[in-house]
């Protein structure tokens, strides 16, 4: 009696179920101070490459403690056609020089999927080499995608810049919300490919673990 009291309305008729709650999420977009720190962990440390002859030459920002630069470029293909977050991020740089010589630039970002951002270059190396010589870029180079990451893509080009050396292979990563990109530089393109081919394992070690 009491169980059909607390389920029957006062007609007899059985009571309404009480309407369905529903519950929204709000996801909280991290603050630079924590894209920064996801950019420092990604980025190769400076004595990656001692063994391979490959120095510490400098970082951006200069001081680890410094926070990383906001609207810096994913990369420029072609020389000359830069590719932008075109939202909120934080970039950090490394490079390296001796018998290795090494660029790496490093962008967490707030919401942008990173394999986007690898896809536009791959799309965007490929419409150029419509219109340069063949023995100016290698659109792809045969480098397996390294564990721990979403997206991977390589190539090569000469470089228009008379202050670089005369080609540079380029290795552009994406995992998560996390981009990066790996340069090598050689004074032939089977020389700066190679240079890229051992190094990329290295990079992709600490940026799939960040």
């Known amino acids: 009696m009491v169980v059909a009291a607390l389920t029957t309305a006062c007609g007899g ?16 977009p991290p603050t630079p101070a924590e894209l920064n720190q996801r950019a420092k962990a990604a980025t190769a440390p400076p004595d990656a490459f001692d063994a391979l002859g490959g120095k510490f030459k400098q970082s951006t920002p200069a001081n680890d403690s410094d926070p990383g630069a906001e609207g810096e470029m994913v990369a420029s293909v072609c020389n000359d056609t830069p590719i932008h ?37 791959r799309a965007r190396v490929k419409l150029c080499a419509g219109s340069r010589a063949a023995d100016q870029i290698k659109v792809t180079i045969p480098l397996t995608k390294p564990q721990g990451v979403d997206d991977f893509y390589a190539y090569c080009e000469t470089n228009k810049d008379p202050d670089l050396v005369d080609w540079s292979c380029h290795a552009v ?20 490919e190679a240079q890229l081919t051992s190094v990329v394992p290295i990079f992709a070690e600490t940026f799939a673990k960040a």
């Open 13 to 28: 008729e059985p009571a309404a179920a009480p309407p369905a709650t529903t519950t929204t999420t709000t996801t909280v």
């Open 85 to 121: 977050v075109d939202g909120v991020s934080v970039a950090r740089t490394r490079v390296w020089a001796g018998r290795l010589d090494l660029f790496q630039r490093v962008h967490a970002m707030s919401d942008r999927p990173a394999a986007t951002l690898v896809e536009s270059v």
């Open 173 to 192: 990563m994406g995992r998560g919300t996390l981009i990066t990109l790996v340069v090598a530089f050689g004074l032939t393109q089977t020389a700066a």
